[in-house]
């Protein structure tokens, strides 16, 4: 019975062996493991280093002692091996012995002569890159590029030295000399190895001859640049060249570090890293730059087994500047009714100051310091950390590569088939805890990318000052209508928005996070791209200290109330009236904008530049109007609805009249940035925040409480998340800038906006002064009466008055009692029903 239970038993075991056996020991693994361990790496690398310091002292010593060398050879030649012996009593001249001499006279007379330095230069890179794990050039590369050399070197000695010096050239150069000297003679060898000379400068630096004057001028282009496919000048012509060496359907198959990958234009071929396994293309093929993709045919795609092992690759990028496409301005002309009128040449708002000029470069600080290089070393450990703890959760990935920024550094990573991303998703905080990090954000999936984004502080964040960004050339070039430069992405690029497509900008961020600093950036970028006549800023500031640096600049930017002191609007009853006056000149642009027959800013102005829009029939330039308010928090506590509702209506309606606001707050809670501003803010700037809740606030999404701070921030237009790195502009840069401007001729004052005057401030008719009254009263209140409409546009265009006269015969008339308050966006009410009710009221009122 225990016999029978016992069979049984080792029957179930048996059932369960083979199962076990799969499970623990994987495919690929088992008795040689030891090739791919990390130690068994170091040992070879350690030995390599030293054998090559060992053959190079021993050519050294073999070169020297030539003299002695036939006592060496014939040692070494003798039947009885007596230089083998350990107590030979007369010794090698070799300062390495027999040994050295040995390797000395097989590689330098027997083959390849001096050129067997070279061999010595290839073992010592092979030994650092498996001790050290250096990665500064594919293996293979310097492989074939030490064997083009070594050959190339060789015979060159055998052609001068010939037989007076054989060593020079060793035996592989002289008899290849004697053999193509047989076959081409001697000028046709000389010819051959200038020609050898001249493919390999091509292949290897990819030279353009050029003749010019009878020179042949070459340019040698960046080493970064060679294949680099994804950059935009010199991807054309390396995609047609690849396509052609490639698209044979052969060089696909058997390749077992290769990865197809099905795009919207074709089949992109990913190569993995693996320095005796890249696939062979024929180009010179850079590692650790951006995948190299070519378009092939689609057809001809085959299975490729998946890679077993990758190494990380680094996208490299110029430090270019993104600007996306700008605005085609349109081409003006002057209206025959102006030329007749004698006006000949198109109106130039500038001329209104024709003597400014915009800052120079040299008001902003030239920060002394070099471009942060994030150490191989830490990028490695940073990979390794983020697989091994994706691998401790049982998630496999197929490939990762690196794309370095100023301040994070950006891990694509491609998941295997059939993991989730919800997976890598929950994994944030863990590695976080791997990598030590301040803060890590992932990304999953990267919109476009097809990869998994994992964003990784560097140790040593790069600062990006704003004079470069100002002085590079596509800003200087950009011909927005508001350019904004917003700072540095994780490519290295320029970030340049237009802020009249955004329309309306909302920053927000934790106290010390580089909130003002970004203000001050947008203010700056304007001030260097925009003439005073083209440009206003309405300043509102209720902590009174940061945005009281631009008062110097009052008669040039800035606009204000009639009457007001100070252009820096710092209380919060005249914030209200600020707005609401806001809400006045954009009614009044409308009725503009209408009259002209225009839909816009841009097309009312060019037609008031081509002179078809006259001053005698009320028309006037518009300017763009930009309000930054810098604690929106503060005014809504105070304030409320007051401040809230006309922000509503400025961020709704006041896109296409040209005024765009740019509301700023450090508490961005759900009773401060309200759904009716968020609603109208499509643009939204973040910076750090101190809680999910914050951040899906601003964002409508995390992400900003991950943010490391001083300046790292994330901007959103409603579709993606792009992280910037803002530039920092200081206080005495901003001072400079501001007192550039101010001591030069200006306006006689700020521009005056419309007068509005609050509920409590009305008049009413006890306080009307018939005396004081304006002359053009009577005709005023008769074409209201007539009209039945209390607009202030309807009697300046009517009695062909400026826009502040016409606002002071509406008070009047408000006063009087013939119209009502103001209302907002409609029209004020008339009191009064007809002319004849309206000429009975004017005797009564004036006895």
Known sequence: MATKKSNSFRNAADDFLPEEKEKKIPMGEGKLAWVKDERTHKILGAFFILFSLFLFVAFTSHIINLSR?????DILQSSNWKWFKANNERGASNMMGYIGAWFSHLFIHKWFGIASYILLFTIFTLGTRLLFKWQLHPMTKILRYSFFIIVWISILMGF?????????GGGFGYFGYMWLKSLIGAVGTATFLFLYALAFMIIVYNIDLKFKKGLVQYEEEPEDMKVAFSDHETEAENI??????VHAPELLVNKENAKLVEEEDGIQLHSIPDEDE???TGANIEEYLAPISFIVDP???KKIDKPTDFELKIEEHEEDVFVPEEIQKPILDVAPAARLAGLEDPYDPTLDLPGYQFPTLDLLQEYEFTKTEVDRSELETSKNLIVETLKNYNIAISEIRANIGPTVTLYEIVPAPGVKISRIKNLEDDIALSLAAL???IIAPIPGRGTIGIEVPNKKPEMVPMRSMIASKKFQECNYELPVILGKTISNELYIADLSKMPHLLCAGATGQGKSVGLNTLIVSLL??????????VLVDPKKVELTLYNKIERHYLAKL???????ITDTKLVCNTLNSLCMEMDERYELLKAAGKRNIIEYNAKFRERKLLPTEGHRFLPYIVVVIDEVADLMMTAGREVETPIARLAQLARAIGIHVILATQRPSVNIITGTIKANFPARLAFRVTSKIDSRTILDSNGADQLIGKGDMLFSTGNDLIRLQCPFVDTPEVERITEFIGNQRGYSSALILPEFRGDDEAGSREDFNANERDALFEDAARLIVMTQQGSTSLIQRKLKLGYNRAGRLVDQLEQAGIVGPFEGAKARKVLIPDEASLEQFLNTLYK
């Open 439 to 441: 803060g890590i954000r």
């Open 528 to 537: 260097y791209k925009k003439h005073p006549s083209e440009l206003k800023f």
């Open 240 to 245: 047609k060249q690849h396509y052609e060496e």
């Open 562 to 568: 009639p009457g007001d002191g100070d252009a820096i």
């Open 278 to 280: 890249l696939v062979e």
């Open 69 to 73: 060398f036939e006592t060496d050879q």
């Open 160 to 168: 001068i030295f010939n037989h007076d010096n054989l060593f020079m």
């Open 299 to 301: 057809i001809k795609e």
